[in-house]
Structures are given as C-alpha cells and as structure tokens.
C-alpha cells in the first residue's frame, strides 16, 4: 500500500522529544498505519482500527 507523504504521524505524549524508540501512528479513511520512529522509512505496519484497537488492549494489559 502507497501511503500519502502528508499524513498526521503522532506518538505518545509519554515518548517525550528525544528524538527515537517510539511507535508513530497515523490514521487513514480505513487502516491504522504504525511505524518507527528510528527509521520511518524502513517500513510501514497497517491495520484495521479493529485489530489496531486488538493490539493496544493487548500491549495495554502486558
């Protein structure tokens, strides 16, 4: 999947500013995108908000 080059990356307040180690995600129209922080353009996870919102429940309870 091409992602748009505009899209509203965002990271947890809790990550602070420096500068690596974060997950950023962005919303699209139907998938949740997820990349790293270190290396944005090393790849990039999509999901649905269905299994998008499965995945932080599960971190959310680890």
Do not use: I
Not at 40 to 58: E, I, Q, R, S
């Amino acid at each position: 999947m091409q992602l748009d080059p505009t899209m509203r990356w965002r990271k947890s307040s809790y990550s602070g500013n420096t500068g690596g180690d974060c997950v950023e995600v962005a919303d699209t129209p139907t998938l949740v995108a997820v990349r790293d922080s270190k290396n944005p353009d090393h790849g990039t996870l999509t999901l649905t908000p269905k299994a998008f919102a499965a995945f932080v429940g599960f971190v959310s309870a680890s």
